[in-house]
């Protein structure tokens, strides 16, 4: 039932930027903490930005200056606006909701390539 998913990825050239939206269907995402994660080829996930209920966000040190998360609870959506990308942030950018159903439970949408020509 609950769904998460991604939009805004591309091609784009180094020093450029793009914006992904996270549509989240089937459960409200105003009392969660929503995040945006990222795998490039070969590596782990990593996180890249969190955001809590309350407005709250953390970054990555690589992103921190570039990328800004934020979220729109009347439209359900979380976006991260990235600037002044580079080479190295190339990768498959995941959206996260954190939920807790007794306990703590992710769900995450498919993913959106981000890759940046140098």
């Known amino acids: 039932q609950v769904q998460l998913v991604e939009s805004g990825g591309g091609l784009v050239q180094a020093g450029g930027s793009l914006r992904l939206s996270c549509v989240v269907s089937?459960?409200?995402?105003?009392?969660?903490?929503m995040g945006w994660y990222r795998q490039a080829p070969g590596k782990q996930r990593e996180l890249v930005a969190d955001?809590?209920?309350?407005?709250?966000?953390n970054y990555a040190d690589s992103v921190k200056g570039r990328f800004t998360i934020s979220r729109d609870n009347a439209k359900n959506t979380v976006y991260l606006q990235m600037n002044t990308l580079k080479a190295e942030d190339t990768a498959v950018y995941y959206c996260?909701?954190?939920?807790?159903?007794?306990?703590?439970?992710?769900?995450w949408g498919q993913g959106t390539q981000v890759t940046v020509s140098s």
């Open positions: 996260r909701l954190l939920a807790y159903v007794g306990s703590e439970y992710s769900y």
């Open positions: 089937g459960r409200g995402i105003s009392r969660s903490a």
């Open positions: 955001i809590t209920s309350g407005g709250s966000t």
